[in-house]
């Protein structure tokens, strides 16, 4: 079953960048993909979103620090995080719209880790 792969998580510094990717398991082309997240405790929120053609939107808490950008090459899309806070400590995860068929695919999420 095709599923999500999410990648580049890990612990960082307050102030550093991390790179995450999100890419299908199977040949499967994606046209909308979200990136979400979810601290302890918390509620999952949308972070970021990119359509089909590159129209992308972000939460206010990550405008100016954060990316997002599709390879449609490779099929993978990519979160780009810079200046990163304590407070973007959570799993991130990725959610993409099959172009074919309209289904939603999960992946199984990412841990970011951000030491003050």
């Known amino acids: 079953q095709v599923h999500l792969v999410e990648s580049g998580g890990g612990l960082v510094q307050a102030g550093g960048s991390l790179r995450l990717s999100c890419a299908p398991s199977g040949s499967i082309s994606l046209n909308a993909v979200t990136w979400y997240r979810q601290a302890p405790g918390k509620q999952r929120e949308l972070v970021a979103a990119i359509t089909g053609d590159g129209g992308t939107n972000y939460v206010d808490s990550v405008k100016g620090r954060f990316t997002i950008s599709r390879d449609n090459a490779k099929n993978t899309v990519y979160l780009q995080m810079n200046s990163l806070k304590s407070e973007d400590t959570a799993v991130y995860y990725c959610?993409?719209?099959?172009?074919?068929?309209?289904?939603?695919?999960w992946g199984q999420g990412t841990q970011v880790t951000v030491s003050s």
């Open positions: 959610a993409g719209r099959s172009t074919l068929s309209g289904m939603w695919y």
